[in-house]
Each structure stands twice: as structure tokens, then as C-alpha cells.
């Protein structure tokens, strides 16, 4: 007599509306967890019916390096990659030209270590404002900001690989905006 006095007067389909919006909106969250998360390039779709999101990672992805990391730091040594990340610090590499950007991370990596050579027209590159930015000095004296703390940049470089405190590093880099 219960279920039937429910059905009748719209219970239940007043349920069905409150879990349908519950879970597309559980759906819309975890899509834009995946696209926030995930790394440049990937898809997410949703088939029709049901709460299954599919997500393909980018070619250049494979999705067992999240659960083996040496063997993702043996597939990618040498390899060049685009990646995009917010500025968290500069280490200055002493008695080089060279400067370390370090992006953050979410995770298991303790950093991405960007190592840069620069271009001869600086004659000098360091940091300001207290190490939060990077200036290069032209050959002409004049005084260019490369990047800043927190900026968000789009990098490439030549997989190192792995160092021994856990963070993934590349040589021979450039911005590429």
C-alpha cells in the first residue's frame, strides 16, 4: 500500500528527478576534475545513457606510467615535451648561465625541473623582487622579464629523467610562451 500511495501521488518521480540532477552534476564535477588534472590533449566524452565518462590520454601518455614511474623515467629520457605548469621557484645553477624553473605539482612528483641555457643576447640572467622573477640583460643593457612566480608557461625541453629526490627533469629548454 506504501509504494502504491508513492507512484501515485509523484513520489517517486519526484525522486527520480532529484537523483538524475544528483548525478549529472556528480558527472559535470568529475569532467572538470579530469580536464584540470589530467595532462594537455586528453578527451573526456560521455556515452549516452548511464554515468560513465571515457577518457583517452594523449599518444604521448601512457596510462601505466602513473602506477610504475621507473619505467616511465626509461621510456621518456631524451624525449622532447611540451608542458604546461604555474611557476613555483627559480635554483640558480652557480657558475653557469643556467637557471632551474621548478613548476608545481600535484602528487606523487616532489617537482618539474626545467633547466635553461640562455641565449646569448642576454649577458646576464638572475632573479628579483626577492627571487619571485626572472631578468635577462640584453647585450645592450636593457632589462627583459623572462618569468615570474606563479606565471603559468608553456615549456619545452629534453627529458633527464628521474633524480634521486623524486623530481622529473629536463635539459635544453625553452619557452615557448
Same mark, same amino acid.
Not at 113 to 133: D, I, P, S
Not at 137 to 142: A, E, F, P
Given at each position: 500500500m506504501a509504494i502504491a500511495d508513492f507512484?501515485?501521488?509523484g513520489?517517486?518521480?519526484?525522486?527520480?528527478?532529484r537523483m538524475r540532477r544528483f548525478y549529472a552534476e556528480q558527472v559535470q564535477r568529475m569532467t572538470e576534475a579530469i580536464c584540470r588534472n589530467f595532462p594537455e590533449g586528453t578527451k573526456v566524452t560521455r556515452p549516452s545513457g548511464g554515468q560513465v565518462l571515457w577518457?583517452?590520454?594523449?599518444?604521448?601518455?601512457?596510462?601505466?606510467d602513473y602506477a610504475d614511474p621507473r619505467a616511465?623515467?626509461?621510456?621518456? *629520457? =631524451?624525449k622532447v615535451f611540451h608542458l604546461q605548469g604555474r611557476v613555483e621557484r627559480f635554483d640558480e645553477k652557480p657558475f653557469v648561465r643556467r637557471f632551474a624553473v621548478v613548476l608545481e605539482t600535484q602528487g606523487r612528483l616532489e617537482g618539474v625541473v626545467w633547466e635553461f641555457l640562455f641565449r646569448e643576447e642576454f649577458k646576464a640572467v638572475f632573479t628579483t623582487e626577492?627571487?619571485?622573477a626572472l631578468v635577462g640583460v640584453t647585450t645592450s643593457g636593457r632589462k627583459v622579464r623572462l618569468m615570474e612566480v606563479g606565471e603559468v608557461v608553456l615549456l619545452k625541453g629534453k627529458c633527464s629523467? *628521474? =633524480?634521486s629526490r623524486g623530481a622529473v627533469a629536463?635539459?635544453?629548454?625553452?619557452?615557448v610562451r
Amino acid at each position: 500500500m506504501a509504494i502504491a500511495d508513492f507512484l501515485a501521488t509523484g513520489g517517486y518521480d519526484h525522486h527520480l528527478r532529484r537523483m538524475r540532477r544528483f548525478y549529472a552534476e556528480q558527472v559535470q564535477r568529475m569532467t572538470e576534475a579530469i580536464c584540470r588534472n589530467f595532462p594537455e590533449g586528453t578527451k573526456v566524452t560521455r556515452p549516452s545513457g548511464g554515468q560513465v565518462l571515457w577518457v583517452e590520454l594523449p599518444e604521448s601518455i601512457d596510462s601505466l606510467d602513473y602506477a610504475d614511474p621507473r619505467a616511465a623515467d626509461l621510456r621518456y *629520457r =631524451q624525449k622532447v615535451f611540451h608542458l604546461q605548469g604555474r611557476v613555483e621557484r627559480f635554483d640558480e645553477k652557480p657558475f653557469v648561465r643556467r637557471f632551474a624553473v621548478v613548476l608545481e605539482t600535484q602528487g606523487r612528483l616532489e617537482g618539474v625541473v626545467w633547466e635553461f641555457l640562455f641565449r646569448e643576447e642576454f649577458k646576464a640572467v638572475f632573479t628579483t623582487e626577492a627571487g619571485r622573477a626572472l631578468v635577462g640583460v640584453t647585450t645592450s643593457g636593457r632589462k627583459v622579464r623572462l618569468m615570474e612566480v606563479g606565471e603559468v608557461v608553456l615549456l619545452k625541453g629534453k627529458c633527464s629523467g *628521474r =633524480q634521486s629526490r623524486g623530481a622529473v627533469a629536463f635539459s635544453q629548454c625553452e619557452r615557448v610562451r
